[in-house]
């Protein structure tokens, strides 16, 4: 409905104002009425503290139900994907935030191709949504795409192990990733320190594309730039997840009570967990959903249609070839072309 | 770019909050720097003062370069089509205007169907954006399509004329329709009140869908209810335009200098132009275009694509029907089906 504060607020006497500089209100009052949908995903091994991870970010308990494998079970596990959502608000904004979950993944002795079931499961949804909307009701589609997807990387390898860059390099045209180092309290300062620099060289060396925050404009102020920039430099995000209160300096804090002192989640100087929840939900999270939905579904599109064009010439071809002779080698050319596709 | 503003006012301290209530901001910021367009037609006889009425609801020039018909050329002229588009900015947001203008419509002596043109230039725009929409490259579509059409009523008829009818009929389904009763100046309060509501009366009676405001949400405090109702009470809008500024009562204000008066166009008790401007700016633009691209557009569309499948259906049959011998009836029914569609 329309709003009157906005016909309050510039009075009939501001005569050389015509009034669509209320454009922006139009739209924000309308994303509000229609609510938000996020999809985050998160992937590596079992342990690394996923779940706590995403329940600390949210504030919220998606995993009630989950019930832990043993060793046994583990062993004949595939990798599986799991979905939760949950309905949250906050100060009249609802969002429904969706979990894909990949338990099994990289837990079994031989891992190869193992992120093949989760490059699927981002690539059905991309589907589903191309179907859905070339089709002819396209009121009240469900947009189940993965807007994001937080890799794991255990604090114990050096730097990349060979999955986790066999995953990034066969996710990274399908999905935003973002990395984050787990489990970080294991780490001293410096540690994370040399840990994140040679991940980061890791990933530029292996060609892996991860999610690029949108560059500064021009006109922003140095101490904007200067936090953009520490948020370059923090990836991978060093995290420490913990759904326990504990009581550090009086105060009620997340964290972890070791024999040795509390670790807060929500301390800059203990972790980034700070930094990774500002960047996904308070600056970030619609240039994730711009992205995925200009990017990566564009690709996935664009690939679609391209193949379905090739099928269709391909059809033809086989169709009339029998009745027009044509010379062998152009035949072989046409054979070769279709082996590269 | 991410805002730190954002950062700051939700400080560490507010241990309870994601911070997803951000999200209406990212949504708005985004929009602001992406900027906005609107396109606007304007239908009506000649001499309704529909040129005046668009500078004066943008304060700008729109028609610098507009020359006049002179009696002789108006007859041999058809309606034709034109668009102006300026670009204006405004409090740091910026609009990409466009103002599609129909010269010719009803200016003939013999006016059947003159709303075809009309009616094909919308239609056009729609399947333009289908081609760019199922394409491969649509970063970059520019999208004509027609948001909302002010539909200019002569205030010397007796409420609606044929014509009118006629223009509302066959476009009411294309695109969003705003009927403005035109040059109100020529009309006492009395007038305009008893022309308006036989104008309500009579796109009632002739099943007429002009644009419908949204409805209020329930919980919208009595005020805003109110307001709303006058709005809707306002149907059509009496206009007044003027490019000139007349001095009244000590202040200089956009009017008409008459020897009996002074007309106002922003004085709310001499006519609607601030009512009109106020919904189609400041509190509907954005309403305006979502209907055009989830309503009137998905029409379009979706008729297209009927159509489209029919016609395949139709070869398929021609195709293979002399293969196989039918029963005359029936094949009778297939054709009576085709002559209705």
Redesign the interface.
């Known amino acids: ?4 504060g ?2 309050r607020r ?1 009075s ?1 006497q501001d ?18 009425k229609k609510g ?1 949908d ?1 999809t985050l995903m998160v992937a590596g091994e079992s342990g690394l503290g996923k779940s706590t991870l995403v329940n600390s ?3 919220t308990d998606l995993y009630k139900d989950r019930r832990l494998l043993n060793a046994e079970e583990r062993i004949t596990q595939t990798v599986e994907i799991t979905k939760h959502t949950v309905d ?1 608000e ?4 609802k ?1 429904k935030l969706t979990i894909v979950d990949t338990p099994g993944f990289g837990d079994a002795v031989n891992n190869t191709e193992c992120w093949k079931p989760v490059a699927d499961y981002i690539d059905q949804q991309f589907e589903q949504y191309f179907r859905d909307e070339s089709g ?1 009701n ?2 009240n589609i469900q947009d189940n795409r993965v807007h994001c997807c937080l890799y794991f990387i255990s604090p114990f390898g050096h730097g990349l192990r060979p999955l986790d860059v066999e995953f990034m390099k066969a996710l990274h045209e399908k999905v935003n990733i973002v990395p984050v180092l787990a489990k970080a309290d294991t780490l001293t300062p410096m540690e994370v320190r040399r840990k994140k620099i040679k991940i980061r060289e890791e990933i530029e060396q292996y060609g892996i594309k991860i999610y690029q ?5 021009s006109d ?1 102020d140095e ?2 730039k200067q ?2 920039q520490e ?1 370059k430099d923090s990836i991978p995000f060093a995290v420490i997840g913990s759904n326990t209160v504990v009581e550090a300096k009086g105060k009620r ?2 964290g972890r009570l070791y024999p040795w002192g509390i670790v807060e989640v ?1 301390n ?1 100087s203990h972790c980034d967990f ?1 930094k990774l ?3 996904l ?7 994730l959903k ?1 992205v995925t939905r ?1 990017t990566h579904y ?1 690709n996935y599109r ?1 690939h679609c ?2 193949s379905m064009t090739r099928m269709v010439v391909k059809e033809r071809n086989r169709k009339y070839a029998p009745r027009r002779p044509r010379p062998i080698g152009q035949h072989q050319t046409g054979q070769g072309r279709t082996g590269r596709t």
Chains 1, 2 share one sequence.
Request: charged share 30%; with cysteine; net charge negative.
């Open positions: 409905c329309w709003p009157h906005e016909l510039f009939d005569k050389e104002y015509v009034g669509f500089a209320t454009l922006p209100n139009q739209v924000h009052r309308k994303s509000v938000f996020f970010l949210f504030l949250i906050e100060k009249g904004v969002l002819l396209r009121k925050f949108p560059d500064c404009d922003e101490d904007f936090q953009d948020l804090v997340r929500e800059q700070i929840r500002n960047m939900v308070r600056t970030h999270m619609q240039d711009d200009e564009e664009a249609i391209q």
